[in-house]
């Protein structure tokens, strides 16, 4: 039982570049979700999904899409990385209320 | 709207001490409250989860309080260790479909 996995762990992107987000869980979870942390900002909901072919906007959605085609998987996507996206991206799924945390991506747009 | 707030930013203490971290959030109507540990450069793992219905939850050396009226929560960490270094974080939930709004998380550090 893996839980929740991402790839990559490290990322570093040119501003304009486009790459996606592999978020993986094995539980069987319904609800899944991408947030971002950031100094000082604390962590922030980008988007969710509740369900297989579901997704929805988070907080801060504006510059990424997702794709939710299996229970499993998660996908985040950068059309057009820009500096501002520089953040840590982290995972979760949820299952009767507590949620599961993936180790994170790091990514760094120049 | 939602939020959580956790004072003081940094927490350092010597080995052995009993230890209180507070929560506080604006709206009294949550559905429930998690706390957090985050060690450096790694995700979040759940500690405890109180549900709006209870009023503490309590793992090991951990002791989570939940009191609706006040909006406030506190994390009771027993006879503190250097392995309790990390940052923690608290989060509450306002309905069953909600998302979870996060604090900004206190980093506490236990000197050996």
């Known amino acids: 039982n893996a839980g929740v996995t991402q790839t990559p762990k490290f990322r570093v992107l040119k501003t304009g570049q486009s790459m996606t987000l592999l978020c993986a869980q094995d539980m069987n979870h319904e609800y899944m979700y991408w947030y971002r942390q950031d100094p000082g900002m604390g962590l922030r909901l980008i988007h969710y999904s509740v369900g297989e072919g579901t997704t929805a906007k988070g907080e801060v959605p504006d510059g990424y899409n997702v794709s939710r085609l299996k229970k499993q998987n998660f996908l985040l996507g950068l059309e057009s990385a820009a500096p501002s996206q520089t953040s840590v991206y982290f995972c979760?799924?949820?299952?009767?209320?507590?949620?599961?945390f993936g180790p994170g991506t790091r990514l760094t747009v120049l | 709207k939602q939020e959580v707030t956790q004072i003081p930013a940094a927490l350092s203490v010597p080995e052995g001490e009993n230890l209180v971290l507070n929560c506080s959030f604006t709206?009294?109507?949550?559905?429930?409250l998690q706390w957090f540990r985050q060690d450096p450069g790694k995700g979040l793992t759940s500690l405890l989860l109180i549900q709006s219905s209870q009023r503490e939850q309590t793992s090991g050396r951990l002791n989570a309080s939940l009191d609706k009226s006040s909006g406030r929560s506190t994390l009771y960490i027993a006879a503190s260790q250097p392995g309790d270094s990390a940052t923690y974080l608290c989060?509450?939930?306002?309905?069953?479909?909600?998302?979870?709004?996060f604090g900004k998380g206190i980093t506490l550090s236990v000197r050996p």
């Open positions: 989060a509450v939930k306002a309905g069953a479909n909600s998302k979870l709004t």
């Open positions: 709206d009294s109507a949550i559905y429930n």
């Open positions: 979760a799924s949820t299952q009767l209320d507590t949620q599961y």
